[in-house]
């Protein structure tokens, strides 16, 4: 599902909910991070393209609020313990960086040097 068709069925399922439940609570997140490399979140996939030397096309004008897996699993566990219906959470980290922002931080907790970047116009 291409991105403006997915943010499209999630505003019909987050308006069907509010108009037809009175016990919803709507978490909306990002792009969400590990730290295992079999995982296949976004920081381990980019590690593992910095392994193997991989080049990559990154977008400067579009941030992102990744979150680290542990913190969200933790904030969904909060919202179940103490339920606070007709809610809609929107969760990050609180710091927002671009791709290539992102990048440099994985290089540095990797040890990797970072690869040939391609920078792209995202309209």
Partial sequence: VDHPKLGKIKFELEKYL???SKKYLILRFGKVFGNDLRDGTLFTDIVRKLLNN???K???DQNMTPIHIDDLVEIIIKSYINPR?????NISDGNPCNQIEFYREACRISNSKMPKIYKIDVC
């Fill in 85 to 89: 219906p007709q809610r809609i959470i």
């Fill in 58 to 60: 990154l977008s400067t």
């Fill in 18 to 20: 509010i108009q037809h």
């Fill in 54 to 56: 991989v080049d990559q």
